[in-house]
């Protein structure tokens, strides 16, 4: 089994800042993929940022220049650094991992989500 706790979210003003932190721990052999999705009321999940085990990043359009993906290998950690918050970016953000197991399965996996709100 595998697990993925997020931490960070939270209401924050325009223009101001939040970092998520999502922190992966269980049955780990290694974690291909990281990402963060949001979810905002009545829409699908949609990919924000993702980044790769050597650190290759992509980023949706919507927030080029404003958010930064980061993650730490040694901590099976993933980060999201959000600056310049705009109200639009209100969402619930859910952690996704790409895990190899100790079984040397791999699953998709994803962790509860943290509420993000930014008020205008």
């Known amino acids: 089994q595998v697990q993925l706790v997020e931490s960070g979210g939270g209401l924050v003003q325009a223009g101001g800042s939040l970092r998520l932190s999502c922190a992966a721990s269980g049955s780990i052999f290694k974690i291909n993929d990281m990402g963060w999705y949001e979810q905002a009321p009545g829409k699908q999940r949609e990919l924000v940022a993702s980044?790769?085990?050597?650190?290759?990043?992509t980023y949706v359009d919507s927030v080029k220049g404003r958010f930064a993906i980061s993650r730490d290998n040694t901590k099976n950690t993933v980060y999201l650094q959000m600056n310049s918050l705009k109200p639009e970016d209100t969402a619930v953000y859910y952690c996704?991992?790409?895990?190899?197991?100790?079984?040397?399965?791999?699953?998709?996996?994803w962790g509860q989500g943290t509420q993000v709100t930014v008020s205008s």
């Open positions: 996704h991992a790409h895990v190899v197991t100790l079984t040397r399965f791999t699953f998709n996996y």
């Open positions: 980044i790769t085990s050597d650190g290759s990043t």
